[in-house]
């Protein structure tokens, strides 16, 4: 069975900056596209960033350039290089493969941006 577990969140101040990581079990990781996904409170979840077994990324237009996601294969783990954070980016972060599957959403792990 696959499990995904976020890390790294925490109460950052608007320009601070937070990594967080996604650990997965099974021996499938390599192999698949991973993603960040987030959800702020009263909205839909979203797609934050992606990226592929090859390394090519992908962003959603309002952390472009200001988030990076990579991933270490060997560690079966991928990580969300978040800068210049902003209020808005308050929201629970959840990892999962891209495109996404139903049972493997985990805890998602918190951010709030707030003075």
């Known amino acids: 069975q696959v499990q995904l577990v976020e890390s790294g969140g925490g109460l950052v101040q608007p320009g601070g900056s937070l990594r967080l990581s996604c650990e997965a079990s099974g021996s499938f990781f390599s192999i698949y596209s991973m993603a960040w996904y987030r959800q702020a409170p009263g909205k839909q979840r979203e797609l934050v960033a992606r990226i592929s077994r090859g390394g090519s990324t992908n962003y959603a237009e309002i952390v472009k350039g200001r988030f990076t996601i990579s991933r270490d294969n060997a560690k079966n783990t991928v990580f969300l290089q978040m800068n210049s954070l902003k209020p808005e980016d308050t929201a629970v972060y959840y990892c999962?493969?891209?495109?996404?599957?139903?049972?493997?959403w985990g805890q998602g792990t918190q951010v709030t941006v707030s003075s």
């Open positions: 999962n493969q891209f495109p996404s599957q139903r049972d493997y």
